[in-house]
């Protein structure tokens, strides 16, 4: 697992430039303040597909990284399955972190 990445998503939350769970990810997605989606890699399947299908629809980089608990510990809280990243520069140096994203 690379600890850089959920160190950087830390960071972010420190910052306030994060929102979470599947609710606030979607209105994030919406609203157009999400520049990249990072989700555990073992969510729900109906909110695995929602949470794609947002994504493609607002044309967003998504990420599966890690396992929900991971994911809820380098955010600070409990049992969230995934994240929405609104700022730019750190959306940037997760991917990098990442390696890149497909499209």
Known sequence: MN?????????AVRAGKVSFGVFMTEKALNDGKACLVVAAEDMGASNRRKIEAKCREWNTDLIFYSDKE??????GKKNVPVVAVCDEGFGKAIVKI??????
Do not use: E
């Not at 600890?3 to 960071?11: E, S, W």
């Not at 991971?70 to 955010?75: C, F, G, Y």
């Open 3 to 11: 600890d850089r990445l959920l160190g950087m998503l830390g960071m």
């Open 70 to 75: 991971s994911l809820s510990r380098a955010i």
């Open 98 to 103: 990442y390696g890149g994203v497909q499209k």
